[in-house]
């Protein structure tokens, strides 16, 4: 007891009003951060929100170790009001930043599907807003923490404000293009969340699950993994959008290579079926769109006829390939062909004349990423 007196208690009324109510801020953020991380983030955004909520408890650590050495250390050297101060600046900051988004993004955003559930995404309004909320309140922050460490004197005879801008302009090759190109696919309204687009240069087919400030988040359809892309390299290369447009709707298509000497109509009875099956086998196809049918190109070995139909979703874009392909197998025996690569075969007779000869069907698949 005379330990509590002595040594605990005059060092807890020493302790400024300052400290006592970050700490109390803190306390009241440790309880509530995991509904704090959570009411921002969207349907499946799981990784995100854990993300927020370590960033909570890193602040929620630093102000309780602050609050510790402030009891401990008692003495006028240790600038414990100063980090206070300069903790609840940030974790302030911190938290109307994600209070702007959440209400920019719930006045100006609008609801899209992305992988089976309905989100809010961006528009070019409310990314432009955020962007201007994210400048105000920075400035505001440094601002307060420039006068809580009395540094007003120090920005005119030292140049503080030059030194900053001097590391922007260092640092500025690393974010600022990215940091632009964002805004400008935002603001062009061309790629979106939830689009399924594809990018020859990196082999890439995915669905768009976030446009962020310097990248974008892309799901692979083939593999199930995720991948950040620049947002300035989707400016520079060439991006397939697979999306309902104003032409009209999305179309596919799978090639096969069927052998000469197959009759014209027991192809397009063929390719018929095989569009009849698929669209019934899964989802995807739209089943009431007519096929499209055509003989592309009459090769050295075998022509190539093309089975184009219509995609309900884009992202189905495999699953509705790889039916196809599963209903051609089936079918080939029914309408007596053979699924099979063709080749010819050049036959010299005793007088010196060549013959060719080729087998019966090749199936091919359209470019494909699988």
């Known amino acids: ?13 020493a302790v400024e009003v300052i400290e006592w109510f970050t700490f109390a801020v803190n306390i009241l953020v440790y309880l509530f951060s995991k509904n ?19 960033i909570l408890h890193g602040f ?16 006028t050297r240790f600038p414990a009001e100063q980090i206070s101060q300069t903790c609840l600046t940030l974790l302030c900051a911190y938290l109307v930043t994600n209070l702007a988004e959440v209400l920019l993004l719930k006045r100006y955003g609008k609801a899209t599907p992305v992988m089976g559930f309905t989100r809010r995404v961006e528009t070019a309004t409310s990314r432009t807003l955020e962007l201007l909320a994210h400048f105000i309140i920075l400035v505001g922050a440094v601002v307060v923490l420039v006068n809580v460490w009395g540094l ?4 005119q005879t030292t140049g503080v404000l030059g030194f900053l801008a001097l590391l922007v302009f260092i640092t500025k090759d690393y974010w600022m293009r990215d940091f632009l190109s964002g805004i400008l696919l935002i603001s062009s309204e061309r790629i979106e969340r939830g689009d399924v687009i594809a990018i020859p240069a990196e082999d890439v087919l995915g669905i768009v699950l976030d446009i962020r400030a310097r990248q974008t988040h892309v799901r692979d359809l083939v593999h199930g993994h995720d991948m950040m892309l620049p947002n300035a390299f989707l400016l520079t290369h060439r991006v397939d959008l697979y999306k ?3 032409g009209g709707p999305f179309k596919d298509y799978v090639d096969f290579k069927i052998a000469y000497g197959t009759p014209v109509t027991t192809v397009h009875d063929f390719l018929q079926a095989v569009h009849q099956q698929a669209a ?10 007519d096929t499209h049918i055509a003989l592309k190109e009459n090769g050295d070995h075998a022509a190539r006829w093309r089975l ?23 079918l080939q025996e029914k309408f007596g062909l053979d699924i099979s690569t063709p080749t010819t075969h050049r036959v010299e007779s005793r007088s010196g004349n060549l013959a060719s000869t080729s087998s019966s069907v090749e199936r091919t698949k359209s470019p494909d990423k699988s």
Do not use: C
Not at 1 to 13: K, Q
Not at 36 to 54: D, K, P
Not at 323 to 329: D, G, H, M, W
């Open 1 to 13: 007891m005379d330990f509590w007196n002595v040594h605990i208690l005059p060092r807890l009324s």
């Open 36 to 54: 704090i991380a959570s009411r921002y983030g969207a349907i499946q955004e799981e990784a995100r929100m854990n993300s927020r909520l370590r």
């Open 60 to 75: 929620n650590l630093i102000v309780f170790i602050t609050f510790i050495l402030s009891v401990a250390i008692h003495s």
């Open 152 to 155: 007003t004197s120090s920005l």
């Open 244 to 246: 309902q447009n104003t």
């Open 280 to 289: 019934t086998a899964g989802e995807g196809m739209d089943a009431n769109q």
């Open 308 to 330: 184009g139909y219509v995609l309900n979703t884009p992202e189905k874009l495999l699953a509705v390939r790889d039916a196809v392909n599963l209903a051609a197998y089936e």
